[in-house]
């Protein structure tokens, strides 16, 4: 099983609709995690850090479940700029392990 | 502030060549990680470095070498390029503490797209 699993999408939504990721981990020692976006060709830019309680951040919400080995992201209203791939990392063992990534594309 | 930056931005090499990559963290970071982004595939750890030292490095053989300086810039080295060596390689720094009200993540630089002919 891999450390941090994504499904890759792609996710076409309408704009203003509302859209969730999961991202599942399988090592339950992980310490920290992250939700990163990547617009094509580019590096990773941080979104949200994932905190026990959960965190929001204006539209995007972001959920941590250690119980079940997962996080999510909820992104409500979306806009055509959400267009990205939606990459989760889990901090621990001295790395940041990433998934594959989640494709978003929102339409007219 | 300034962020991540790597040099160079983009390079062309012959397949058994040898590359250099460079990296400057954040000001105030300590950690440097180095990634290698295939076309159409996910971030791969390749190495870690704090405080000079190599403290961890990913599932990639002994030609992927690097260094870190008493300034916390890096260095990521590739020697006997491959063709699969094509990639983007990613550097990101973190600041090792916590501070409140910022997101505490890793940040990237912009990477250094190689291309192996």
């Known amino acids: 099983r891999k450390e941090v699993e994504q499904d890759p999408g792609p996710f076409n939504v309408p704009e203003g609709a509302t859209v969730a990721f999961n991202c599942t981990y399988s090592n339950s020692a992980s310490q920290s995690f992250f939700w990163y976006r990547q617009d094509c060709r580019k590096e990773p830019k941080l979104l949200m850090s994932v905190y026990s309680s959960g965190n929001e951040d204006g539209r995007f919400t972001a959920q941590l479940n250690r119980a079940s080995q997962y996080i999510s992201l909820l992104i409500r209203d979306s806009k055509l700029s959400d267009s990205a791939t939606y990459l989760c990392g889990r901090g621990g063992g001295n790395k940041l392990t990433f998934g594959t990534g989640t494709q978003l594309k929102v339409e007219l | 502030e300034a962020g991540v930056t790597q040099s160079p931005t983009h390079l062309i090499k012959t397949r058994g060549q040898q590359v250099t990559l460079r990296c400057s963290p954040i000001s105030g970071h300590t950690s440097v990680y180095w990634y290698q982004q295939a076309l159409g595939l996910g971030l791969q750890f390749l190495l870690w470095y704090d405080e000079g030292e190599e403290r961890n490095r990913g599932n990639f053989p002994p030609r992927f070498s690097g260094r870190q300086f008493p300034n916390y810039s890096s260095e990521l080295n590739v020697n006997a390029l491959e063709l699969e060596d094509s990639a983007l390689y990613l550097c990101?720094?973190?600041?090792?503490?916590?501070?409140?009200?910022?997101?505490?993540?890793?940040?990237f630089g912009s990477g250094t797209r190689l291309t192996v002919v």
């Open positions: 990101a720094s973190r600041y090792r503490g916590f501070i409140t009200g910022q997101k505490n993540g890793y940040t």
